[in-house]
């Protein structure tokens, strides 16, 4: 377990936490596919929702922009 401040994020290819660092200080640009089906499901939804809810904790609690 980490005991360092910040954002960390789990990464599935190594199995560890690792902490989030920025390329711009107080800035976080990401690409998030659209949408795109003609049939959506439950599983398009929730990863809608995760994303949503991952971009909301970064600019309200971490302030970054987003």
Known sequence: MT???GVHFFN???GTKERFLP???NC????C???FHTNIDLNVVRSYIHL???RRV???YFN???
Request: hydrophobic share 40%.
């Open 3 to 5: 005991s360092e401040a």
């Open 28 to 31: 976080i640009n990401w690409y």
């Open 58 to 60: 970064l600019q309200d």
């Open 12 to 14: 599935g290819l190594t």
């Open 33 to 35: 596919c659209g949408d």
């Open 52 to 54: 949503d809810i991952i």
């Open 64 to 66: 970054y922009d987003v």
């Open 23 to 25: 390329l711009k200080v």
